[in-house]
């Protein structure tokens, strides 16, 4: 069962692609549903993609396939919108709509939601305080996020104080993955993840720093690095 919201987007990029072949942007999203920001098209998308309707082409910015439709779905023209979207009755299940070519420089949207330890862990993630706009060929699937390192701990993984670390939100991974762990709901790092039998190791990539051991109870995984920002000054 589909929000208002999803079922608006689903059927604005299926008729986009439908018309033109090319899936319409996410500025041309939040205006055709007029929303404030690109962040909240971004939920709607991931939305629609973790219940099947819609999927990421892999290693292509900006690509969107329409997998499924709603039954007996009918597209309701957004208040607001551009390229001449049209309300249509659609009946039964639709076949995928054609791969849709994209532009390489395409960028995402990304919250920096403050910074994180890469050292002694300090408090736990904060809220939202910046966007930055990221390569979509650096994300793929899912929702992702920023955080700033501070700390030097990571530093023989080439994870430098002052970066910007990718972070794609996820509560699983596999053993030798980085990861963002909250500590004890408290404090947050990023640090290497392995798994001990029944215990958790945070390694860190700096000689000068020791592998931390946790009960399972004690760590909770946030999230998994997929990406790094270098800003020089």
């Known amino acids: 069962m589909l929000t208002r919201k999803q079922h608006e987007l689903l059927m604005f990029i299926h008729e986009r692609i439908k018309e033109t072949g090319v899936s319409p942007s996410f500025d041309e999203m939040k205006e055709a549903l007029d929303l404030a920001s690109k962040s909240g098209i971004h939920r709607l998308i991931t939305a629609l993609e973790e219940r099947g309707f819609i999927r990421r082409l892999p290693h292509r910015a900006r690509a969107l396939e329409v997998m499924k439709l709603p039954e007996q779905a009918t597209a309701s023209a957004p208040a607001r919108g551009r390229g001449g979207f049209r309300p249509q009755v659609i009946e039964g299940s639709a076949q995928p709509a054609p791969a849709a070519p994209v532009a390489d420089n395409d960028t995402r949207e990304l919250p920096l939601l403050g910074k994180i330890a890469a050292g002694t862990p300090i408090s736990a993630i904060q809220h939202e305080r910046d966007r930055f ?5 650096m994300l793929g699937a899912g929702e992702h996020f920023l955080l700033e390192i501070e700390g030097d701990s990571m530093i023989e993984a080439g994870i430098l104080d002052g970066d910007l670390v990718v972070i794609r939100k996820t509560d699983t991974a596999h053993s030798g993955e980085i990861v963002v762990a909250l500590v ?5 790092t990023l640090k290497r993840l392995r798994r001990k039998g029944a215990s958790i190791a945070l390694e860190p ?3 000068n720093y020791e592998t931390r051991i946790f009960g399972p109870d004690q760590v909770e995984v946030q999230g998994r690095l997929v990406g790094l920002i270098r800003r020089y000054h």
Do not use: D, F, T
């Open 133 to 137: 706009s990221v390569p979509e060929q």
């Open 184 to 188: 004890e709901g408290e404090e947050a």
């Open 205 to 207: 990539a700096n000689r």
